[in-house]
């Protein structure tokens, strides 16, 4: 079965260091998403893209966090500097065409300390 | 933000039960779909319904969808053990390419 794979599982990091997740898509979808989920948030929405261009990142807080997607199998998450409160489950999550169920990975689950 | 509420928050039900999970959403949607979270892993899509249907099934699996309400049900009948999971309910809005999630609905089936 294809996938979507999520690097690294977990990670753990000292406040102020610089962190990037990497994500798989399933190949041939074109629908990248990435999202967070803490207890006291639930899953919320980072960033979004179609065929690797970002249509939406306002749930990203811009000053740290960055996405991007370099070519059509890999996404980044990257977070510079890491603070405590970024300490969650990241998830990338892909899809064939827009409005279509999503595939997601396992997470990253992101300690920073 | 979430654009889906799940009620309720937590359910424990014996095995064979049915089990019924509410979601409301504030805002026109595309289509409503349900997803399940093992702990631990990630999000697995069980079931998508389009705003213009009313009912669908899949398996064991009922959902209804009533968008004069913006509310949708999740029915499981015959619970197993193994159905014990969160169930995210999740709606495609906007410019229907994002798919937003609800809070959730812990569900523990006991054997």
């Known amino acids: 079965d294809a996938r979507v794979t999520q690097t690294p599982r977990h990670k753990v990091t000292e406040m102020g260091q610089e962190v990037t997740m990497r994500c798989q898509p399933i190949?041939?979808?074109?629908?990248v998403f990435w999202y967070r989920q803490t207890m006291m948030q639930g899953l919320e929405l980072l960033a979004y893209?179609?065929?690797?261009?970002?249509?939406?990142d306002s749930g990203m807080p811009k000053d740290r966090f960055s996405a991007e997607m370099p070519d059509a199998t890999l996404a980044t998450l990257k977070i510079q500097p890491s603070e405590p409160r970024d300490s969650a489950v990241y998830f990338c999550a892909s899809g064939s065409i827009p409005a279509s169920p999503l595939h997601f990975g396992n997470g990253t689950r992101l300690t920073v300390t | 933000s979430q654009q889906g509420e799940e009620d309720p928050q937590a359910l424990s039900i014996q095995e064979g039960e049915n089990a019924t999970m509410n979601c409301s959403y504030k805002?026109?949607?595309?289509?409503l779909q349900w997803y399940r979270q093992n702990s631990g892993r990630g999000l697995v899509h069980l079931i998508l319904?389009?705003?213009?249907?009313r009912e669908k099934h899949s398996g064991r699996l009922r959902v209804t969808l009533d968008t004069s309400k913006k509310s949708s049900s999740l029915l499981i009948t015959a619970s197993r053990a193994a159905d014990t999971a969160s169930y995210f309910c999740a709606t495609v809005a906007g410019d229907g390419n994002k798919l937003v999630f609800g809070a959730g609905t812990i569900l523990r089936v006991k054997s």
């Open positions: 319904i389009r705003s213009n249907e």
């Open positions: 805002t026109s949607i595309n289509n």
């Open positions: 190949l041939g979808h074109n629908t």
């Open positions: 893209f179609r065929n690797r261009a970002p249509l939406d």
